[in-house]
């Protein structure tokens, strides 16, 4: 029996591993790689998990996003939302680009798995925002993820997602995502 080659992401602190043949990382396109400079944002990493019949895409935030928002003199939440926000909106119209294969669509769509290349369907696209969280900011996670709800719930829903979510490390893991916290 062959064994499954997989692919480690290692970003904001935490390591991600996931099969290789089943997941991408815009950043290492070259198409997007053409795009990224024309502030085009993408999310770390995306997979198809088989096994939930899902599309996964997850985004990577370190401590360090905690101190921004301190020097900057926004709120947490404020800053959080703006700083995700981007992010999922870019994603949806590459994968929206690759799913009506736009001339880029199909640049973009070269560099992701077969089991991405069509829409997955209404319910089957999630999006996950990991924010390393110290216990002093772990109350200001709710709101947070209230507020990016409200903000991008006309986007995601266009895309037959109910919600985004956010969590700690704590609660991906409890979720069952295959990260854990880079040493």
Request: some cysteine.
């Amino acid at each position: 029996m062959d064994e499954i080659k997989m692919r480690e992401v290692v970003e904001s602190g935490f390591k991600v591993t996931v099969p290789e043949k089943t997941s991408f990382r815009f950043c290492e396109c070259p198409a997007y790689q053409t795009l990224s400079g024309l502030s085009l944002k993408e999310i770390d990493v995306g997979w198809w998990n088989a096994n939930a019949g899902k599309l996964i895409l997850l985004e990577l935030k370190g401590r360090e996003i905690w101190q921004e928002f301190d020097k900057s003199g926004i709120t947490a939440s404020r800053h959080l939302v703006t700083s995700l926000k981007g992010k999922l909106t870019d994603a949806l119209l590459m994968l929206a680009a690759v799913w009506v294969e736009t001339g880029i669509g199909g640049k973009l769509r070269s560099c992701l798995p077969d089991s991405v290349h069509q829409y997955p369907g209404d319910g089957n696209l999630k999006f996950v925002f990991l924010i390393d969280t110290p216990t002093s900011s772990k109350p200001l996670l709710s709101p947070v993820k209230d507020a990016i709800n409200k903000e991008l719930a006309g986007r995601v829903r266009l895309f037959g997602v109910k919600h985004v979510t956010l969590v700690d490390l704590d609660i991906a893991q409890r979720m069952g995502l295959p990260v854990e916290k880079q040493a």
